[in-house]
């Protein structure tokens, strides 16, 4: 009997333990949630610590979550930009996209814009901004910059007027040879080869046994070794994605002060919420009134983003189930060689080719959700960030960058591992999830883009980056100090 008063005195015990843990555990998770959650930034975390940040170089964050003045700046500056090609019309893959909205944004902020970029025709763009300049070269047989042609050009325009005050790169555009020394310059890495490994994984998982096997792992892992030892030639890092970030320090080895993440940003005067326009537009290519769900892809339609998964995927599906066929339609658009195969899948999918910015505008509102299939764990996608600014969710593939920066959560999207199995199962979630979740969704996908990925928000931090690296501290400038709102 005793023995028995013993263990329930024992079991009694055990449960108050259990759940004054259980208490404590819930309260620990509410407090996480709230003070470290997705919602939460770095940069809050320090507001309650401190007003001011005294080294924006040091900051370890995306420069994107801080607030900088809407009003003129108070330094005007003269800007030199390396970039292999500059956009033409649709014609732009990412990297062209980024140098076009941010030094755009910038000459028309005043700073007076240097573009060293080639030419190899006689219709290249004309703007009319007064302070940007444009130093044509033909290209190299490879398609790149002549590197010495255009260094004689750069080194004559910093002698005419006053030097530049600040030099940049898109990628490679002027190579580590010409960089050394440059204490004033930053680069923007669009992709780096520690970032690609895992898409040659990818590519070596999704190959068939009658595709030969590739040598690419082993030539990127010394790419990787290349760079870093070349990358310390740069004076700044500028990475477009948390990610990257964290790599190039890390990995790369870089001081934590060289290294900046400011994540991509595109126009939100030109991609955002417009019904009638998306109405507009599938009455246009004839997207039948009775499909209840419209998926939207775009871009370049080629293996490495990612769509003979894409297809394969949407065909087993069509094939499977009725009701699925009968309720969705798929718009693609951009041009490639999988454009013919997806019109082999019948009236489901309507490929568009490729869009001017305006109708792609169009296309981001005609769509429930925006699908990103894609192979290439590179640089941070623009189409993502287009979709979400025009109050579309987004569906994409589980890379590093993706999922740490864009889809950061179920709110704003989707994620799949890069499988026919797990793509399929993904996109029957999102068919039975339906318009109104995904319109819900759409609406956490459009604050979250006004928050970070803005061309305002992009050029704002790229203007203050400049202004920091410029900084002269003999004439009391403070510019690489941020007072926090």
């Known amino acids: 009997m005793a023995k028995d008063s013993v263990t329930v005195l024992n079991f009694r015990r055990l449960c108050c333990i259990v759940l004054v843990f259980c208490a404590w555990s819930f309260i620990s998770f509410i407090y996480w949630c709230h003070y470290y959650g997705p919602g939460y930034s770095l940069y809050q975390k320090m507001e309650l610590k401190q007003n001011q940040i005294n080294d924006l170089l040091a900051f370890p964050s995306a420069w994107n979550q801080l607030a900088f003045s809407s009003k003129p700046p108070p330094k005007l500056l003269k800007i030199a930009l390396f970039v292999k090609k500059w956009p033409h019309r649709s014609q732009a893959g990412g990297l062209e996209r ?27 763009p004309r703007y009319p901004i007064s302070n940007l300049y444009f130093h044509l070269s033909k290209p190299t047989a490879a398609g790149y910059l002549d590197q010495a042609l255009v260094w004689k050009l750069f080194q004559t325009q910093n002698l005419t007027g006053r030097p530049f005050d600040v030099i940049h790169t898109e990628s490679v555009g002027l190579l580590h040879t010409r960089s050394r020394n440059q ?156 454009g013919a195969r997806y019109r082999d899948l ?29 192979l290439r764990a590179q640089g941070l996608d623009h189409t993502l960030l287009e979709a979400m600014l025009s109050g579309k969710p987004v569906m994409a593939t589980r890379l590093a960058s993706i999922t740490g920066s864009v889809v950061v959560g179920t709110e704003v999207g989707y994620t799949f591992s890069p499988t026919i199995t797990t793509l399929k199962t993904t996109l029957y979630r999102v068919w039975k999830d339906g318009r109104g979740d995904l319109k819900q969704k759409g609406q956490a996908a459009r604050q979250r883009g006004l928050q970070l990925f803005t061309a305002t928000k992009m050029a704002a931090a790229y203007e203050r980056l400049f202004l920091c690296i410029s900084n002269d501290e003999k004439r009391g400038e403070n510019y690489c100090q941020y007072q926090i709102p």
Request: aromatic share 8%.
């Open 98 to 124: 980024h140098a076009l909205t941010l030094h755009l944004a910038l000459a028309k902020r005043g700073h007076e814009l240097h573009i060293f970029t080639t030419s190899s025709n006689s219709s290249f």
């Open 183 to 338: 204490t004033n310059l930053a680069v923007t890495w669009h992709g780096i080869a520690y970032e690609t490994i895992h898409s040659d994984i990818i590519q070596e998982l999704l190959r068939s046994p009658e595709e030969p096997q590739g040598s690419a792992l082993t030539e990127r892992t010394m790419k990787v070794i290349e760079e870093v030892r070349f990358f310390p030639s740069y004076a700044h890092h500028v990475a477009t994605s948390d990610h990257v970030g964290d790599v190039l320090k890390r990995i790369y080895m870089l001081p934590d002060d060289r290294v900046h993440i400011i994540l991509n940003g595109v126009d939100e005067d030109i991609f955002k919420p417009d019904i009638a326009k998306g109405n507009d537009f599938k009455k246009k290519f004839g997207v039948p009134e009775s499909r209840t769900l419209v998926l939207g892809m775009a871009g370049r339609l080629v293996k490495d983003k990612g769509h003979p998964l894409m297809f394969e995927a949407l065909k087993q599906m069509l094939k499977e189930n009725e009701a699925f066929r009968q309720s969705i339609v798929v718009l693609v658009a951009g041009n490639g060689p999988w």
């Open 346 to 374: 019948g009236t489901n999918v309507l490929v568009l080719g490729p869009l001017e910015q305006a109708q792609l505008a169009e296309f981001y509102n005609a769509v429930d959700i925006f699908v990103n299939p894609t």
